[in-house]
């Protein structure tokens, strides 16, 4: 499954460009955490990152793992220096009202697992 | 912890100057301020706030003027949910003597609604010091949550919890290397203060402290060697 498949699949608000073709994105595995150390140490690349924490350190954090997508939650909003930053990085943010829990709940129903 | 208990016992330990920062709170700043008056004790005015990213930091200024300014901004930004007394304890507001005065009826224990690097700049606009607390602690430490510190506000200096010593501290946290670090033992009764530390000041104020920091005129004295 790739990640536009995704984006469209939750209904996923894209924060960073548009213009990226999500269709050649095609993550691996999922991981989530708020806790910035926790994902320094777990996320494996090219997973897709689940968290609520909007802090600017997340786009260097996705950059360090190479995750494929940062998906916040919970309606939780990036300052406009992080998005800009996650465009410097190359970093895809996705947002969502909905919570952790069910973001996770449907990515496993696509069929995505904790390694790949 | 009665204002004129404060007072007392910083004296005692030969104390010079001391912050007030009750969690997300500063109704009690004015208390020991004013109990402090011709004790020669410098009292300045604080806030530890909770931020969104559930990180503690203490913010410190000169002035009633600026904390009473800094405390209309975190009162917009508190969850409005009240205090249960019977699961979280009682929030109480003291006169300089100690004497009751009421209760603060709204939840402070959680966390503000405002980013790190927002409270960074709202301290900083007001003149006020920034020091990311007990930064090596598992909850409500900046490094936990946020995994490293922010490049993009100037942080001048962190704190460092009771449980570790300074080589400790940069042994173990290599991202904070570059940090001069202050100690503290996050003391909410009077027999928990323990240790304190020596800054060479031109002046007791914010100005002052950010000098001898710069300066790197900071040691830390009297914790345990854990």
Redesign the interface.
Known sequence: MNLQEIINHLGLEVLTTKDKDFSAVEPQSGYIS????C??AGANPLSLWVTL?????IV??GALKEVAAIIITEGARP?E?TIQKAEEEGITLLATPLSSFFIVGSLWELGLREKA | MIPPLIIETALDKGIDLIGITDHNCSSNVEAVINASSGTGLIVLPGMEVQT??EVHTLCLFDSLVQIQAFQREIDGKLPDLKNKPEHFGSQLVVDQSGEFLGYEDRLLLTSVDI????LFNLTNDLGGLFIPAHVDREVFGL??????I???IEIQILEISKNITVPDAYLRYPQIKDFPLIQSGDAHRLDEIMGFNRLYLESPTILGIKQAINQKMVEIIGFPNV
């Open positions: 708020d806790l910035l150390s994902v320094m924490q909007a802090h600017i350190n260097a954090v300052e220096g | 969104r990213e980013s790190l690097n927002e490094i936990k949550n946020l995994g490293f922010p490049q993009d």
